[in-house]
């Protein structure tokens, strides 16, 4: 146990631990609703085109690599690029996004290129339970006079809601994973102590 105890009594592996678990919790809030959203919303387009086209324009970040990901959001993101150019031109002043310790900053950027790349790939499950609901019972529900809205929440939403829970709980299980790829390739100097994990720690 020694080796063990040695890491314990460090202070960077808690560092790591409470930012693991706070990272878990915040994609766990943030980001387990959203390919629900995206089922409903791409299950409500009627053109099957328009549909295919959506899903492979939303399914196709999650095939490109966090080092690519995280390559176009520096470029984007550094004190001279697009968004800080954006920031400029309207009398702003740039920030420095990459290089902070803000825990928000840090954060909101984790969660939103962690959507970028993977909300469309966990929508193809809710759109896959979806495609099992019984189609009748829209017609029925459109025939009394429900309008989408309670079409989707009467209807669909039932349908796919074990699925959800279902998946709730194996995210739930998996709270200790803080997502070694995206992290390793965004963590440096200034943010480390808010964005490293227990993977890149180890």
């Known amino acids: 146990l020694k080796y063990f105890q040695m890491m314990w009594r460090k202070p960077d592996f808690w560092t790591a631990m409470r930012n693991t678990v706070t990272i878990s919790f915040v994609r ?11 089922a409903l919303l791409l299950n409500e387009v009627r053109r099957d085109r328009s549909k295919r086209l959506y899903q492979t324009v939303l399914t196709f970040p999650n095939f490109l690599s966090w080092v690519l990901v995280v390559g176009l959001l520096r470029d984007l993101l550094q ?9 400029k031109s309207v ?13 928000f900053a840090n954060y909101a950027m984790l969660v939103l290129s962690n959507l970028f790349k993977s909300a469309g790939w966990g929508s193809i499950i809710y759109l896959a339970a979806i495609s099992s609901i019984d189609p009748t019972l829209y017609e029925a529900a459109a025939v009394d006079g429900a309008n989408r809205w309670q079409r989707i929440w009467h209807i669909t939403w039932p349908g796919i809601k074990s699925t959800a829970v279902v998946l709730l ?17 965004l963590v440096n100097g200034v943010n480390r102590n808010v964005i490293q994990t227990i993977d890149v720690y180890i």
């Open 79 to 87: 004190v001279n690029g697009l968004v800080n150019g954006l920031i």
């Open 91 to 103: 009398g702003g002043t740039p920030f420095n996004f990459l290089a902070n310790d803000s825990v």
């Open 169 to 185: 709980i194996l995210q739930v299980g998996n709270i200790l994973n803080g997502g070694f790829d995206q992290i390793f390739n």
């Open 28 to 38: 766990l809030v943030f980001e387990f609703p959203v390919p629900i959203f995206l």
